[in-house]
């Protein structure tokens, strides 16, 4: 009786074990998340104590649900440690931008924005300008930029690129 209540027992956990395995697979492309990465940095002065950042970045939404832009932050981290938070450039200003800072280049993508949408299991390249106010100096030798997107259910993409 003793070995039969046992491989009852074992029977059960691996019955158990093989469900809850299959209820977590089933529901993978449930959980909202965004992959991706900083491409290329391009920055310049504005003026003697402002500077800017553009930030071209390809980003993947490899669950089952779209990514709705809530929120588009961007820090500063110089090298020794202090950060700035950045003010992102509006997507009405970004021709200005590029028209009078001729030294950031051309525009390659589009730019992210509050409630753009990311289809899921979809890429997509895009780009965000970022005004700091430091000079150009302190942006060419800083640390790293840290880029941060939100979804607007709270779920939040974060990457860090250094400058150089």
Same mark, same amino acid.
């Not at 449930?30 to 970045?57: C, M, P, Y």
């Given at each position: 009786m ?14 158990i ?15 909202l ?12 002065a ?6 800017a ?16 832009? +809530?929120?588009?932050?961007a ?15 509006? +997507?009405a ?12 280049? =051309? ?5 992210l ?11 997509? *390249?895009?780009?965000?300008?970022v +005004?700091?106010?430091?000079?150009d ?12 997107? =939100? *979804?607007? *259910? ?7 690129h250094?400058?150089?």
């Amino acid at each position: 009786m003793n070995k039969q209540l046992l491989i009852f027992v074992g029977v059960g956990v691996a019955v158990i074990a093989i469900a809850i395995f299959l209820v977590f697979s089933s529901t993978k492309g449930s959980h909202l998340e965004l992959k991706g990465e900083i491409l290329k940095i391009r920055t310049g002065a504005l003026d003697e104590q402002n500077s800017a950042a553009v930030l071209d970045f390809r980003l993947e939404n490899p669950s089952d649900i779209p990514f709705v832009v +809530r929120d588009v932050s961007a820090k500063l981290e110089k090298a020794d440690g202090t950060a700035y938070e950045g003010l992102v450039v509006a +997507r009405a200003d970004m021709n200005s931008l590029f028209q009078y800072n001729k030294f950031l280049g =051309q525009r390659f993508n589009d730019t992210l924005t509050i409630k753009d949408k990311i289809a899921p299991h979809s890429k997509l *390249d895009r780009m965000v300008a970022v +005004r700091f106010e430091v000079p150009d100096n302190q942006l060419e030798s800083a640390k790293a930029i840290h880029l941060e997107i =939100q *979804d607007m *259910d709270g779920a939040t993409f974060a990457t860090v690129h250094p400058v150089k």
